[in-house]
């Protein structure tokens, strides 16, 4: 395994990396509070310098704009994107759009690309992925899966309810997971619906632990009677559920690199404040307790970045199914050590740490949701007990 980037990749990490740094993370806090207002010039003002930098989108083929990077460039530049939260929508690589980008590339028909993926690829629009439903419909087993999908003449007509769909509310179209049969494997089929169709009601923003920010507001959907072409269907009738974990191995792991981003900055700045603040007589660097937390965070972020970078060979090399097992494990290990990451620098700061004049309470309230999103847990914990108890794991690689 060759850990070694290329002199193009060093320097393409390298030119996002100054560009976050001068022109992001300084203004961050002004850039930030904009947003929450709704007010989005500066934030598009940013990504037109991204534009002419010819960074935008570079997880997509050159043909449609990117770079062709594959996942193991992306690895290198998300992981830079990722040490603010506004970066990946400055570089329009941010969840869910980047997910569904790759999955309309490789499967929808050609009418439904030239009218949904590429407007997305131009960060003209936004998209949102809706499957979770409140219960007893689908969440982390996707086999409660509630809403329907019925065919009738050349159209499908959607019957259900969506929530957690992120991005919902400003979306130009949604990807509708929805049930077209019994079938356990093959009962469910993927379908691309326009935000504004008849029968798609907007029911409301989900008040949640981190304040609404930009796409990333949590949108409970209805649909009602909600006609759609056959056009419309993703990959084909009944490939719903291969579909989703094609889309959410990898998309698991673009997240695992932005939260590698996130924590390696905020240790940085944890180490700012060790050099300087003065407790006890000596430098909190100097406390070997706190040397603890700085060595346990730091081989963390260490094995995190690893671990993901393995899984992102096996899925360079197209070994998507071989991949499924180290994505959970990269996951829960990632979204793990952001969360205490993240503890660590409020409990090291102390009173300015739990303050909103530092900025590891809003970060930690994003996070947490990390533990959630794409499988709590628990889920990917025992996809990684079955199949090593099954032998489909070499954990010596």
Not at 21 to 42: H, N, Q, W, Y
Not at 148 to 170: N, P, Q, R
Not at 200 to 218: K, M, Q, S, T
Not at 374 to 380: C, F, N, R
Request: neutral net charge; charged residues 25%; contains cysteine.
């Amino acid at each position: 395994m060759d850990f070694e980037l290329s002199p193009e990749l060093k320097e393409l990490r390298t030119r996002v990396r100054t560009f976050m740094e001068e022109r992001v993370i300084p203004r961050e806090k002004e850039l930030f509070d904009g947003a929450l207002r709704g007010e989005k010039k500066e934030l598009a003002a940013l990504r037109e310098e991204v534009k002419k930098e010819g960074l935008f989108v570079p997880h997509l083929p050159k043909e449609h704009g990117g770079m062709g990077l594959g996942i193991l460039g992306m690895c290198a530049l998300f992981r830079e994107m990722g040490r603010s939260l506004l970066g990946a929508h400055l570089f329009n690589c941010d969840a869910p759009d980047q997910g569904n980008m790759d999955l309309l590339l490789k499967v929808a028909s050609p009418a439904i690309r030239e009218r949904y993926f590429a407007p997305l690829a131009r960060g003209e629009t936004t998209s949102a992925f809706c499957m979770t439903e409140p219960a007893p419909g689908a969440g982390a087993d996707p086999g409660n899966l509630r809403t329907t999908a019925a065919e009738d003449g050349d159209d499908f007509v959607i019957d259900g309810h969506k929530w957690y769909s992120t991005g919902a509310f400003d979306a130009s179209f949604l990807i509708v997971m929805a049930r077209t049969s019994d079938d356990p494997r093959r009962g469910a089929t993927m379908f691309v619906v326009d935000r504004h169709a008849p029968g798609v009601e907007y029911v409301r923003d989900i008040p949640v632990f981190a304040p609404p920010l930009l796409a990333h507001r949590e949108g409970e959907v209805t649909f009602k009677g909600v006609r759609v072409p056959k056009e419309s269907v993703l990959g084909g009738v009944g490939e719903g559920f291969a579909l989703a974990q094609a889309r959410l191995v990898p998309a698991r792991l673009t997240h695992c690199m932005r939260w590698l981003g996130l924590a390696d900055r905020v240790l940085h700045m944890c180490k700012m404040q060790a050099v300087t603040r003065r407790s006890f007589g000596k430098e909190l660097a100097h406390h070997q307790l706190v040397q603890k937390m700085f060595a346990d965070n730091a081989a963390r972020i260490h094995m995190g970045n690893l671990v993901t970078w393995h899984c992102a060979t096996l899925l360079e090399k197209g070994l998507n199914k071989e991949a499924k097992p180290y994505s959970s494990m990269a996951k829960n290990h990632v979204a793990n050590l952001l969360c205490q990451v993240l503890d660590d620098a409020i409990q090291l700061h102390g009173s300015l740490g739990y303050s909103e004049d530092a900025p590891f309470g809003l970060f930690y309230r994003y996070a947490r949701a990390a533990r959630i999103a794409d499988g709590p847990d628990a889920v990917h914990d025992v996809v990684v007990a079955r199949d090593f108890l099954r032998g489909a794991i070499e954990l010596l690689v």
